[in-house]
């Protein structure tokens, strides 16, 4: 079983740069999220969706964009990385479409802004 | 806005022991609370979840429980084994929160010496 599988693993952008963290999971979930986590400052919800064509911000969804065209996928863009998105990002997702269930997470991509 | 704490924020114990790490919510208005588990360069794995009508949960050597008039959960380990060690994060769904995601507390992070 797949689960939620991240890519890429690692990255490093200049800033400026965008690109694209890509999430799918097999696991026909309505409910999927995008988190970074920090040191010091635990995990924190960037946007979420609740079903394919619906997204929503989270606590901290500046400079980040997403769609959901597909049940399975949920990408999260960087349209002009800045130093300070240099993170941990992890993409979870739920069984429940409210988010309410166990939610179960990728292995995280690891960006570097430089 | 809605904050959870956990104690220690770092703990070390001979193999064997049992031993409880904590976690506190300002809401008792949760509709759900989980544990989860950090391994270095992974991403969270979910222990247990219990729902805001449950006292407890159990799963193997695990066992979490619930009090949400005094704002606690603890996770109970028995007999503590050196491939437990890994950060150990509790996460609230609150009863308003919604699909809006889990507020996470930052961590015990457990070494468990053989």
């Known amino acids: 079983n797949a689960g939620v599988t991240q890519t890429p693993k690692f990255q490093v952008l200049k800033t400026g740069q965008s690109m694209t963290l890509q999430c799918a999971q097999d696991?026909?979930?309505?409910?999927m999220s995008w988190y970074r986590q920090d040191p010091g400052m635990g995990l924190r919800l960037i946007h979420y969706?609740?079903?394919?064509?619906?997204?929503d911000q989270g606590e901290v969804p500046n400079g980040y964009n997403v769609s959901r065209s597909t049940t399975e996928d949920f990408p999260l863009r960087l349209l002009s990385a800045a130093p300070s998105q240099t993170s941990v990002y992890f993409c979870?997702?739920?069984?429940?479409?409210?988010?309410?269930?166990?939610?179960?997470f990728g292995e995280g991509s690891r960006l570097t802004v430089l | 806005k809605q904050e959870v704490t956990q104690i220690p924020a770092a703990l070390s114990v001979p193999e064997g022991e049992n031993l409880v790490l904590n976690c506190s919510f300002t809401d008792s208005a949760i509709y759900n609370l989980q544990w989860f588990r950090q391994d270095p360069g992974k991403g969270l794995t979910s222990l247990l979840l219990?729902?805001?009508?449950?006292r407890e949960q159990t799963s193997g050597r695990l066992n979490a429980s619930l009090d949400k008039s005094s704002g606690r959960s603890t996770l109970y380990i028995a007999a503590s084994q050196p491939g437990d060690s890994a950060t150990y994060l509790c996460?609230?769904?609150?009863?308003?929160?919604?699909?809006?995601?889990?507020?996470f507390g930052k961590g015990t992070h457990l070494i468990i010496q053989p």
């Open positions: 979870a997702s739920s069984p429940r479409a409210g988010g309410t269930g166990e939610l179960f």
């Open positions: 969706s609740v079903g394919a064509g619906i997204t």
């Open positions: 996460a609230v769904n609150y009863s308003g929160g919604g699909a809006d995601g889990l507020t």
């Open positions: 696991m026909n979930h309505e409910y």
């Open positions: 219990i729902q805001s009508s449950q």
